[in-house]
């Protein structure tokens, strides 16, 4: 099989979005049908103490509309974190997106400090609609236009490509790997493809390191150990020895 041809499964089932719900003592809002509702998200998401419901904010610790510029709630004095991601005056719809759940565009980040951090989102934005979804690259490499999670490795190393050169007819597994040329951002079925079952394979927390190698008396012995992500992808060559 060829290499750049070996991951994608079915996309998953479309994300839905609960629209919020505005509680207020002794306040009943008129119901409308679903389809005259607009698009709402909740502040839950955001990690803050309000409701965002088109250009009135409510405290869901009480229910008492908020002002715009007040930090506590007048009803309960309950904290609230300002929200400067969203404009409380917009009715479009927002999702925040944990670490695990965000999709970027392979190679776009630089500093791993930024998948610990969640993101504000359009509801109809490309990440939004791409969250959650199983994500399996363990049969082809993901398009230049396709999204990867934030914490996989091909969000800060793109897939290497094809090999630079063939290295199935080669007879040595060390030779194998040379022709394989970049192994970080290659998944493991790629390179197990071409180097078979590896002589050691671990896995813990996520995290599977794999060594392969040879043993010759008149050649003498050559071991490589690669660490792969949870999904698969090699993060990195741990250690490359010939005696």
Not at 76 to 95: E, F, K, M, N, T
Not at 195 to 206: F, K, L, N, Q
Not at 213 to 229: A, E, K, P, Y
């Amino acid at each position: 099989m060829p290499p750049s041809d070996y991951v994608s499964g079915e996309p998953g089932p479309p994300i839905v979005f609960a629209r919020a719900r505005a509680r207020h003592r002794g306040f009943q809002p008129r119901r409308a049908s679903w389809s005259q509702q607009p698009p709402r998200a909740t502040a839950h998401a955001l990690g803050g103490r309000s409701s965002i419901l088109s250009a009135v904010m409510f405290c869901t610790n009480c229910g008492v509309p908020l002002p715009s510029d007040a930090n506590y709630c007048p009803g309960c004095g309950s904290a609230r974190q300002r929200l400067d991601a969203v404009s409380s005056a917009s009715s479009i719809a927002v999702v925040t997106l944990r670490p695990d759940e965000r999709r970027v565009r392979m190679g776009s980040l630089s500093d791993p400090a930024q998948t610990e951090k969640s993101i504000t989102v359009e509801a109809t934005s490309p990440e939004a609609l791409e969250a959650r979804r199983p994500f399996d690259p363990s049969v082809r490499p993901p398009t230049p236009d396709e999204l990867v999670p934030a914490d996989c490795v091909w969000a800060y190393f793109p897939y290497p490509g094809p090999f630079p050169r063939d290295p199935r007819p080669l007879s040595r597994i060390d030779q194998k790997f040379v022709a394989m040329g970049t192994l970080i951002g290659r998944h493991f079925n790629e390179i197990a493809s071409i180097a078979g079952i590896p002589m050691v394979d671990m896995s813990r927390d996520g995290i599977r390191s794999s060594v392969w190698g040879r043993t010759s008396l008149w050649t003498g012995s050559w071991q490589i150990n690669l660490v792969f992500d949870r999904y698969g992808v090699c993060a990195r060559v741990g250690t490359e020895t010939a005696f």
